[in-house]
């Protein structure tokens, strides 16, 4: 298992380290165990590990395990506890491809740490733990079921997070996320912020929490919740769960057989054509709940039981639970 973590005075992006100064500064140290690299200003690279050379003193074979980056005297990034072909993960260096190199060292369940600045972070293959430790950061888990964190105080910077495959945990910052869980069953929190939480494919968990958030289930049997705030939750393919809870929400159970409730708020229930059979468990005039029909679709009102349906033809009705139609206000129903 590797470990990555970024030095207190820069943000680490993955996507442009390249180890230059393995090439265009002076080897200070070369033998068995260890490889510096001096630049100006205090720069350097350290390679640690078990390494072998040639009769002209250039790296010949060995295995690396320790890559330590200092920029001005101060450290940059340092991963350990990997095993790489010394060779390789130079060679790859020299030829700008860090990003193999990265995939090579980075295989396994791996815990990565940024810092409070922007930091890029991959977690490639493995069960890895991502915390981007504030800043705006861009965290993405590759393969394996990964625990995405924005930062270690939930990250005051804005925040691009994915899951990428596997069954991954991730959470939010105190301002706003882009969040995707992309394949796999996801748990996925948004915090405080204004965020976008996206399930992505397969049966999700998906929680907006505090904030003004989008919740889309997208592909799968999702569950979304709003939490506190004007929340749109729209629940996409399949048969979902979603719930707006505080405030004042937009709810679209979307295809699919889906179960709907509002909370507290004035609350609008969407459906539409092809939308499907949907339930409203809380549909509540009084407090401002309203039913809106998307497209200019025609639809009829009818009292079923307790229950009342808004029926657009075919499989697609919108039940409201426990309803009485005669006591429903003026323009509880609208088209748009």
């Known amino acids: 298992m590797a470990f990555l973590k970024a030095g207190a005075r820069f943000g680490v992006n993955m996507d442009t380290i390249d180890l230059n100064i393995l090439f265009s500064g002076a080897i200070t140290l070369a033998n068995t165990g260890r490889i510096y690299a001096d630049g100006a200003l205090g720069d350097r690279v350290a390679l640690f590990g078990r390494f072998s050379f040639d009769g002209a003193g250039r790296l010949a074979g060995g295995e690396l395990n320790h890559i330590q980056e200092n920029l001005s ?115 996925i929190r948004g915090r405080e912020g204004d965020d976008w939480v996206v399930g992505g494919q397969d049966g999700d968990l998906l929680y907006g929490d505090a904030g003004a958030d989008q919740v889309y289930g997208n592909m799968g049997d999702d569950a979304g919740f709003g939490g506190a705030g004007n929340d749109t939750l729209r629940g996409g393919q399949g048969s979902d769960v979603l719930q707006g809870e505080a405030g004042d929400d937009f709810i679209s159970g979307d295809r699919g057989t889906d179960t709907v409730a509002g909370g507290g708020g004035a609350d609008i229930f969407n459906t539409f054509a092809g939308a499907g059979m949907d339930r409203v468990l809380d549909f509540n005039g009084g407090e401002g709940d309203r039913v809106r029909v998307e497209g200019g679709v025609a639809y009829t009102v009818n009292q079923v039981g307790t229950d009342v349906l808004v029926n657009l033809g075919g499989p697609d009705v919108l039940i409201l639970v426990g309803v009485q139609l005669s006591s429903l206000p003026a323009g509880w129903i609208f088209s748009a």
């Open 73 to 187: 005297g101060f450290l940059h990034f340092d991963v350990s506890g990997f095993s790489a072909s010394a060779t390789r993960i130079v060679g790859l260096a020299a030829d700008g491809d860090m990003q193999t190199a990265f995939q090579l060292i980075l295989n396994g369940d791996d815990s990565l740490l940024g810092v409070s600045f922007d930091d890029v972070l991959r977690g490639y293959d493995g069960d890895d733990t991502i915390d981007g430790g504030g800043g705006y950061d861009t965290i993405t888990g590759g393969e394996g079921g990964d625990v995405i964190v924005s930062g270690t105080n939930h990250g005051a910077g804005d925040s691009y997070l994915r899951g990428d495959a596997g069954d991954d945990s991730i959470v939010g910052g105190i301002r706003f996320d882009d969040i995707n869980g992309n394949i796999g069953r996801d748990t």
